[in-house]
């Protein structure tokens, strides 16, 4: 018996790289759309774990079980741009990957992404340097009069490999290894705000900016709609389509954003998946970033958001978590799953609709 296309459609599985939360609600959108799910995780216990219908536990940096992995998937995707390369590749040789390779490679090295940012039309970033020694550590934060962070160029997020670099605590540095680090201006800005654009071959939709607020380098909580005038609005957005489209992006990308004093706009960073400023849009839109990650997976399509209510989206972070209980019976919540509770850690999401 011969069976139709969207019964065969519906054996496919979608292989997802983490576990963690972003990874959760990619697999709770990829069921409604009729995708199955394997994960492969570092860690034996995971947010994910109970949303899956299959997970691998290997080392991503050894390239376990990565064959097994590619075998039991049809496409894959990210939930995080921190994944060696090598582990990439050897996917989109074999199998179709949500971002490309190359896109992750971009977006996963701040140096690499800053200045492919500064190279197209009407992008500019904060100043930056590279940094692989004191010596340029020295001289370009004098340059910029020690108004400055230190940064990692890889595998930093959440405030992790970051410092800032005062007069004070510049000799501290002197013996550090340094290499492949950047130095970032520290810009006095006005607000955060951040556009998510989803992206397939035939077509391309964006979620309307939101307001960040930060502590600690750390998102704390999402306001939709951006409390901005129109002309920013309509710049962010524009922006953010230009950057998608010379990413050449099939898949999800959230693009963070500083507004200055005198309301311009300066790229913050990027992130080629589904971005926790982007959370509400699983309560306030019709399809949530998560929705249109799968689509433009499984059909090649993107939907239009359709947002139908304003909400904010509060983090629940480290000990917060103790009262989660209460929050869940006051508000629209979502518990991570995570075993342990530490600080800075996100530990769930909660929604307030007004």
């Known amino acids: 018996m011969q069976l139709k296309k969207n019964q065969l459609m519906s054996e496919k599985t979608?292989?997802?790289i983490g576990g963690g939360q972003l990874g959760?609600?990619?697999?709770?959108?990829?069921?409604?759309?009729?995708?199955?799910?394997?994960i492969f995780s570092q860690e034996?216990?995971?947010?994910?774990?109970?949303?899956?219908?299959?997970y691998l536990v290997g080392d991503i940096n050894k390239n376990e079980k990565i064959d097994d992995f590619?075998?039991?998937?049809?496409?894959?995707?990210?939930?995080?741009?921190?994944?060696?390369?090598?582990?990439?590749?050897?996917?989109?040789?074999?199998k179709k990957l949500f971002p490309s390779s190359e896109i992750i490679e971009i977006t996963q090295n701040r140096l690499k992404e800053k200045k492919f940012l500064n190279s197209l039309r009407n992008i500019t970033t904060t100043k930056f340097f590279e940094i692989n020694n004191f010596d340029d550590l020295d001289y370009n934060a004098r340059k910029l009069n020690f108004n400055c962070i230190l940064k990692t160029q890889e595998f930093g997020y959440d405030g992790k490999g970051q410092f800032i670099i005062n007069e004070i605590?510049?000799?501290?540095?002197?013996?550090?290894?340094?290499?492949?680090?950047?130095?970032?201006?520290?810009?006095n800005f006005k607000l955060e705000i951040s556009v998510i654009v989803a992206r397939s071959n035939s077509g391309i939709v964006y979620y309307p900016p939101v307001n960040n607020i930060h502590k600690d380098s750390i998102l704390r909580e999402t306001l939709y709609p951006a409390k901005i005038n129109e002309e920013i609005k309509k710049d962010a957005i524009e922006k953010s389509l230009i950057i998608s489209e010379s990413l050449k992006l099939n898949g999800v990308l959230a693009v963070e954003m500083f507004v200055t004093k005198d309301n311009k706009i300066l790229i913050n960073e990027l992130a080629p998946r589904p971005h926790n400023s982007g959370h509400w849009t699983m309560d306030a839109c019709k399809f949530s970033q998560f929705d249109n990650l799968v689509s433009v997976i499984k059909e090649d399509k993107v939907k239009k958001p359709l947002p139908f209510r304003n909400c904010k989206m509060i983090n629940i972070i480290g000990n917060d978590f103790l009262s989660f209980k209460k929050i869940n019976n006051d508000f629209?919540?979502?518990?991570?799953?995570?075993?342990?509770?530490?600080?800075?850690?996100?530990?769930?999401?909660?929604?307030?609709f007004e």
Not at 24 to 38: D, N, P, R, W
Not at 44 to 53: G, H, L
Not at 332 to 352: N, Q, T, W
């Open 24 to 38: 959760m609600f990619i697999c709770m959108a990829a069921k409604k759309y009729g995708l199955k799910t394997i």
């Open 332 to 352: 629209k919540a979502y518990d991570y799953f995570k075993k342990e509770v530490r600080d800075s850690r996100k530990m769930g999401h909660y929604i307030l």
């Open 44 to 54: 034996p216990e995971f947010s994910a774990k109970e949303f899956c219908d299959d």
């Open 14 to 16: 979608l292989g997802i």
């Open 70 to 94: 590619i075998k039991k998937a049809d496409f894959f995707t990210v939930e995080t741009e921190n994944i060696p390369k090598q582990f990439l590749n050897k996917i989109q040789r074999e």
């Open 169 to 187: 605590n510049l000799n501290e540095f002197r013996e550090k290894k340094l290499n492949k680090f950047i130095l970032e201006e520290k810009i």
